[in-house]
């Protein structure tokens, strides 16, 4: 005799806690396909319109809140259940034909995924937009430039702030060029095999506005590889503001009050009355092990599986939905967060007199005479290591103390340590020079018209696809 599924291994195995939220991808890829079942004969018109009827219906219900999800074992069963309810079980039973969950799913993730690393660049575009402003408001503001923490060369304030600019740009390109490969259509692979139904699979993906199909249908259904390169690339992304949060905390502090942060952006303590801690700049560090793990779960997952599905690719969404919703939301916060941060130029200032910041200038100033470079150094270095035995400053160093080469002594020597012409003096490509961090801004600026203006078009590409399927709008 035949049993019914345990109660509790059904509990164990359900996945419409999570995937309940890809409904309006299921609803989307299950209306281009019932388009594709009509144009190749499959079902006749009128069964169509039906189909997409019903469809249309299911999604305002879901969006009102009247469906409760929890009855049912996946998304996929919700709506092909609430579809026969309402077209009927004759016409309804039809959407499903030569399509399976495995690559129903995936397709749902793809359509997911495609439009979620949209909003992801937009909001580090709002988050680069304000490190621009800050560098803007900031171009004259001369700080410590630091390596292993130490004090090293005087920057313009603003070129720090740049530095991370150009790093969340790189994650902006990493998630484009991951977008590449999201952006293919993987339903038509069915089971593993494809089907002996004349299906089209190129008319699905013009209608859902893929640009190409997946070859393979046993790599279609059975890799979720494009979602491990998302988390990676939302990992590194997380890096980057873990180390931007970090600078926050640490320029906050009383030890180098370098940044004062707005009140609406810190907290207290429940003890001591004089605190105020920056605890939005710490959960930006302390988010990232969420995020990295999220990698480090579905790579685990992903690890050793045969081809082609197999019930443990259930579990990539917990990991991808975490780490999505834990991205857009750390961006949003730290682009405010940056809004709401304040240079202490005074700070700043005071913090340029202690380290021998311009050593390395006296250094070039030489070479710059004739002197080789490694002497030069040396001869610097001596020389800070005598000035900082007796507490004293490379402005307290005279011409007798130049030695050998005193004959090479300027007469402009306070402009030579000076730190504030220090980063002036730079003309590299890339510097800390004023000319170099304007025209920093300027590319900066460019490279926001052009993130904005992709995702615009990625967006109005995928509304217009919803639109002619679902029939009216969606925020998407």
């Known amino acids: 005799m035949e049993k019914g599924l345990d109660q509790e291994v059904k509990e164990f195995s359900t996945s419409i806690p999570e995937d309940f939220f890809l409904y309006k991808y299921d609803l989307w890829g299950s209306a281009a396909h019932c388009k594709m079942l009509e144009k190749v004969g499959i079902i006749s018109e009128k069964e169509s319109k039906e189909i997409l009827r019903g469809l249309r219906v299911i999604f305002q219900e879901i969006e009102e809140g009247k469906v409760d999800p929890s009855p049912f074992e996946d998304i996929h069963s919700l709506v092909e259940i609430r579809l026969r309810e309402i077209a009927g079980e004759k016409i309804g039973g039809k959407l499903h034909t030569a399509r399976s969950r495995n690559d129903q799913v995936v397709l749902d993730e793809r359509l997911f995924l495609r439009e979620k690393i949209g909003e992801v660049i937009e909001k580090i575009s709002f988050l680069q937009e304000a490190l621009l402003r800050k560098a803007q408001e900031n171009k004259d503001v001369v700080m410590p430039g630091y390596t292993h923490l130490q004090p090293a060369q005087p920057v313009l304030f603003a070129h720090h702030l740049l530095a991370y600019f150009f790093m969340f740009q790189r994650d902006i390109e990493r998630l484009e060029d991951t977008r590449k490969r999201v952006n293919v259509l993987p339903l038509g692979a069915g089971a593993l095999s494809g089907t002996s139904l004349p299906i089209d699979r190129q008319y699905v993906a013009e209608l859902l506005a893929f640009p190409r199909v997946q070859e393979n249908s046993m790599d279609a259904v059975s ?16 890096l980057h503001l873990s180390r931007w949060g970090e600078e926050i905390v640490l320029w906050s502090s009383p030890a180098f009050h370098f940044l004062e942060i707005d009140d609406a952006f810190t907290t207290g303590s429940s003890i001591m009355p004089q605190k105020k801690n920056p605890d939005v700049a710490e959960l930006l560090r302390g988010k990232t092990g969420e995020v990295l793990s999220s990698w480090v779960s579905l790579a685990i997952t992903l690890k050793g599986l045969p081809l082609t599905y197999n019930r443990d690719l259930q579990q990539d969404k917990p990991p991808l939905f975490r780490a999505t919703k834990e991205t857009l939301s750390s961006l949003r916060i730290a682009a405010r967060l940056t809004q709401n941060i304040f240079p202490d130029r005074e700070s700043m200032k005071k913090a340029l007199s202690v380290g021998f910041l311009t050593a390395t200038d006296l250094c070039e100033y030489l070479v710059g005479q004739g002197v080789p ?64 961090v304007e025209r920093e801004i300027k590319i900066g600026e460019e490279l926001l018209v052009q993130s904005r203006e992709r995702v615009s078009s990625w967006r109005k590409i995928e509304q217009e696809s919803w639109e002619n399927l679902m029939g009216g709008s969606c925020v998407l």
């Open 373 to 436: 470079f490694r002497r030069a150094h040396a001869w610097v270095g001596e020389m800070v290591k005598k000035l900082s035995a007796s507490g004293k400053h490379l402005r307290d160093l005279k011409k007798e103390d130049w030695g050998e080469y005193q004959h090479l002594f300027p007469e402009n020597w306070e402009e030579i340590i000076d730190e504030e012409k220090s980063v002036r003096r730079k003309i590299s490509e890339g510097s800390t020079s004023p000319r170099e």
């Open 223 to 238: 890799d979720r590889d494009f979602i491990l390169e998302f988390l990676g690339g939302l990992s590194i992304l997380f």
